[in-house]
Structures are given as structure tokens and as C-alpha cells.
């Protein structure tokens, strides 16, 4: 059994309130190295996305992951906001119109949304980035067990794995990297976001 629209919607809808449960670490995490406003740009976003869910449910999982997509690029701001744009917006194009998504369908999208960041943001492993969380997610979004809860589960370990290393890195793309030597020691926050986004729908596969 694959996932259909109103899946992807109660994923959606529980990763919003991740977000929202998080959004003052979040913030602290981008206090030390940025601006301290992924928490609160991330809040808005996850909080607007809601919104239009309510509003006008998509019929299809592709649908949903556009919505998402275009409601962060226009709410979110920031690096992030256009940075998880993309990855939704690739995300979405790499379902179609399926009625339902298979293992194989997600772990496709999770490469294009990768590919998708790495195409718009040009960071690499190791730059201290979201791309250091999303990159081993990918690779560890296995569907050799064949259920999307399994794949999703190995890319969040992977991912929270990939937040943890960008600690002692010194950031080389975004707004840390300003900060040279001296953003070493912390963790980069939009890893961070994405680890838990990968969690939270990975917990919520789980449960269906
Ligand atoms: P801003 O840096 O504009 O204040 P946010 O604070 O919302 O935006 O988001 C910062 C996060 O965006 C960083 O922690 C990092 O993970 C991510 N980021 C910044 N630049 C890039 C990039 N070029 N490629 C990938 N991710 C990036
Ligand atoms: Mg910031």
C-alpha cells in the first residue's frame, strides 16, 4: 500500500507541528551562527502551509508537496525559504500525478528534492549546510525492506547523523560562513530542520 494525497497531508500536517514544538532551538541554533530567524521563518512557513491545506486539501501527493513548495518560497524567506522551495517543488515534479506514492517513488523524490538544493544553493557535503543532513538521507533511503515507513526511518537516522557532523565544521556557503573559523562548534541550523522534518515523516509513516 502506498501513500495517497490525504497521507502526504497528515505528514505535512505533523511536521508542522515539529516545527512549531522546535522553532526556539531552531532559533537559538541560528542565533550562534546567523541571524536567529530559521525558527521563526520555518514557524511561518509550516503555520501558512497549514492554512492553505485547510483551505483547499489537493486530491493528489504530488499536489500537496506543490503547495508546500510554493507556500514556503512565498512565506519562509531567507536561505531556507527558496532552498526548501525547490526541494518540495523537485519533490513534487518526481511524483507526477500518482495516486499514490511507493517506496521507490519516495526515495526518487527525496533525490530530486537533494538534487534540487544542491542545483539552486551549490553547496557540498561538508559545507556546513542542509545538504550535510540530506545528503546521507538519501543515500540511506533504502527500499530494500519495500515500506516507505522503513526508507524513511533509515534516511531520518542518516539525516540527524548528518546534522551532528556539521558541528565542528567551518561553514563555507550561507550566512555562517561569514563568520569563518569562529562557526565551528555549532550546529548548522537548517541541518537541523531537516533532520527533523525526515523524522517527523518518518514517524508519521510509521503510525499509518
Ligand atoms: P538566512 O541564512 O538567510 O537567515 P535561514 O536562517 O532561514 O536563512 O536558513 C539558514 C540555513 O539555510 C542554513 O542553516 C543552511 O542550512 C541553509 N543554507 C544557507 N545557504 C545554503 C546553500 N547555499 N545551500 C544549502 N543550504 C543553505
Ligand atoms: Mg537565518
Redesign the pocket.
Given at each position: 500500500m502506498g501513500c495517497t494525497a490525504q497521507d502526504v497531508i497528515t505528514a505535512v500536517r505533523a511536521a508542522a507541528v515539529v516545527i512549531q514544538d522546535h522553532r526556539d532551538e531552531l532559533v537559538r541554533l541560528?542565533q550562534a551562527i546567523?541571524?536567529a530567524?530559521?525558527g521563526e521563518?520555518?514557524k511561518r512557513g509550516f503555520t501558512a502551509v497549514v492554512a492553505r491545506l485547510d483551505a483547499e486539501p489537493p486530491d493528489t501527493p504530488g499536489k500537496v508537496l506543490k503547495l508546500v513548495a510554493t507556500t514556503l518560497i512565498s512565506t519562509?524567506?531567507?536561505?531556507?525559504?527558496p532552498?526548501y522551495g525547490t526541494a518540495f517543488l523537485r519533490a513534487a515534479s518526481a511524483v507526477g500525478d500518482a495516486s499514490e506514492l511507493d517506496c521507490d517513488t519516495v526515495a526518487r523524490a527525496l533525490q530530486a528534492a537533494l538534487d534540487g538544493?544542491i542545483a539552486?544553493?551549490?553547496?557540498a557535503v561538508g559545507?556546513k549546510?542542509?545538504?550535510d543532513a540530506l545528503t546521507p538521507a538519501v543515500a540511506a533511503a533504502s527500499c530494500a525492506e519495500g515500506t516507505v515507513a522503513a526508507a524513511l526511518a533509515a534516511a531520518a537516522d542518516a539525516a540527524a547523523e548528518g546534522a551532528n557532523s556539521t558541528v565542528p565544521m567551518v561553514a563555507r556557503?550561507?550566512?555562517?560562513s561569514y563568520l569563518g573559523e569562529r562557526s565551528a562548534g555549532h550546529m548548522?541550523?537548517?541541518?537541523r530542520s531537516t533532520a527533523l522534518l525526515l523524522r517527523s515523516f518518518a514517524d508519521t509513516a510509521a503510525k499509518s
Open positions: 541560528d546567523g541571524d530567524d530559521h521563518n520555518m519562509v524567506g531567507g536561505a531556507a525559504g532552498l538544493v539552486r544553493g551549490k553547496a559545507d549546510t542542509m545538504v556557503k550561507g550566512r555562517a548548522d541550523p537548517g541541518s
